[in-house]
């Protein structure tokens, strides 16, 4: 309940607990309640930064809850993109020297205004669109021109557009930023947030100070409990990999995902892991070492590298000594759903 009041997927930690009738009653402590408001402060800023990422990333993208199909999808953009180009032209409405053009058919359902394309800015609009568009084109005897425009079902039956597309470059989107962008974050399955947090780049192994991320620093001041999260919701977390890992496990702790802290002596370094399942129920076993996965700009002794020169031996090292933990990497990019 209190999960999906807050939207962040958040849980508290209560001391006490019991059901009178149809009610339940839980006693929580002060820190319990700092850690709790916190925790939904730094989650919904972390949330905040990862639109700002996916809005850069992809200016004006289209809203993928509403064509979930990706086929659907690509001619509905293509017929923005032929529509909007067309209109840049002649525009809804033209009243220059009573000089009027009329344009109707216009299907309103259309992405048109949240579609982006890699070439749109830089486009010479010189009508060669207009064939696939426009449907009707009439002129009265006063100089009144008179479109009508295609609808979407009509642009889509056309059998040339496979043709057309490959003309135009549009800025696509993965399945799991269109994941990102169309849920709150407490909507996403445990894999996602996973996904979104390293998306975040909070935990990415800053040397300096960002807007939004934590620091490497060797003379770094240690906390716990809710003030952990409340320097990190601040941004003034730091430390060495042992903190980035137990910072980790406070953030995933208070997310109700079941995580490790582990470590190695072979290579000198610390990480969190985390167990956690995708929206097809598929448990998902992952390292979280600066992201997802052991980190590949990991610093070692040159002697320490064979322990972790192939992927086998590094998801073997990192998983190590974590009980129902497999021995090798048990997920992939598509499993993040």
Known sequence: MIKSVNEQGVVFQYTYGEKKGNYNTYIISSDNAKMYYYSVKFVHKLNEVIQNKLKENHPGIVDLTTYPDEHTRKTRILYDFVVATFLEDYGWFYDDYDYHEYITGFDEKTTFTEAYFDNFDNYDYDNSYTDFIVKEHTTDPDSYDHYVLRSYEEFAALPNLEELSKEIAMNEINSQEALLLNHTFGEL?????????????????????????????????????????????????????????????????????????????????????????????????????????????????????????????????????????????????????
């Open 189 to 337: 399955s445990d894999a996602m947030k996973i996904y979104a947090i390293d998306y975040s780049t909070y935990f990415s192994c800053y040397f300096s100070r960002p807007d939004f991320g934590m620091v490497y620093k060797t003379d770094y001041t240690s906390t716990y409990g809710y003030k952990a999260m409340k320097t990190m919701y601040e941004n003034k977390a730091e430390g060495v990999c042992m903190i980035f890992a137990r910072y980790e496990c406070i953030l995933f702790e208070q997310l109700g995902m079941t995580n490790y802290y582990n470590s190695s002596y072979q290579i000198n370094h610390a990480w969190s892991v985390v167990k956690v399942k995708n929206s097809k129920g598929k448990i998902l076993w992952i390292p979280f070492d600066y992201g997802i996965g052991p980190s590949p700009s990991l610093v070692i002794d040159p002697s320490q590298a064979k322990y972790i020169d192939t992927e086998k031996k590094r998801y073997k090292l990192y998983l190590n000594g974590i009980k129902g933990a497999p021995s090798k990497k048990n997920f992939n990019e598509d499993d993040f759903n």
